[in-house]
């Protein structure tokens, strides 16, 4: 299996346009994570899919941001519109389920808004 | 809501020596506790995890860890690291008052010096 993929790697986009991040979890895996790292408050859960349902968006920091998951295979994350507070490695995540699941992280989106 | 606290931001060591990295967590019913490491530029992997039964757990690189449910604590312990053990490690407990959710800790970064 190739793994969590995440697309872009890499994003640099101006304050207040959109962004889209996008992530494939593993096939068979019914639950998909979406976590911000940065320096200053380290790595944090903005929201948590089980079978495509959001089971906990406590973590989403503002209506700026949005999630979907449209199928088993496919989730984004949306930035609208963004500012530079905004910078950090967004990762997303999968586990065979809801509970105590290894998760499977992918390599993560660096987003730089100027 | 559990949580865990990790107190070493950084801990730097010498090749070969030993190493422990420290982590409690808030008490609770049940508890679930795992390791994830993060090498540079990479999403996290998990280490190791306890779930039930033994309380000493390991990985396959020579990682430990002792669940110790009088001292709340699950502290990772190496008894002799190489120069690619440099990464940063998350202790992460799974929150079982509510949605299930892994809570992580704020990271150690492991530093091993030649």
Redesign the interface.
């Known amino acids: 299996d190739a793994g969590v993929i995440q697309s872009p790697r890499h994003e640099v986009t101006e304050m207040g346009q959109e962004v889209t991040l996008r992530c494939k979890p593993i096939s068979g895996h019914n639950s998909l994570f979406w976590y911000r790292q940065t320096m200053m408050r380290g790595l944090e859960l903005l929201i948590y899919f089980n079978n495509n349902v959001p089971i906990d968006d406590s973590g989403m920091p503002e209506d700026r941001f949005s999630a979907k998951m449209p199928n088993a295979s496919f989730s984004t994350l949306k930035i609208q519109p963004s500012e530079p507070r905004d910078s950090a490695v967004y990762f997303c995540a999968s586990s065979l389920g809801q509970g105590v699941y290894e998760q499977y992280f992918g390599p993560g989106t660096r987003l730089t808004v100027t | 809501a559990q949580s865990v606290t990790q107190l070493d931001s950084q801990v730097p060591v010498f090749e070969e020596a030993p190493v422990e990295l420290r982590c409690n967590y808030s008490s609770s019913v049940s508890v679930?506790l795992?390791w994830y490491v993060q090498y540079p530029?990479?999403?996290?992997?998990?280490l190791l995890?306890y779930?039930s039964g033994s309380t000493l757990v390991e990985s396959i690189n020579g990682f430990e860890a002792e669940f110790n449910k009088s001292q709340t604590s699950f502290h990772l312990r190496k008894p002799s690291v190489h120069i690619s053990d440099t990464a940063e490690y998350?202790c992460a407990v799974?929150d079982t008052s509510?949605?299930?959710?892994?809570i992580?800790g704020?990271?150690t970064r492991l530093k091993v010096l030649a």
């Open positions: 679930y795992f530029n990479q999403g996290l992997q998990l995890k779930l998350f799974i509510g949605t299930y959710k892994y992580f704020t990271g």
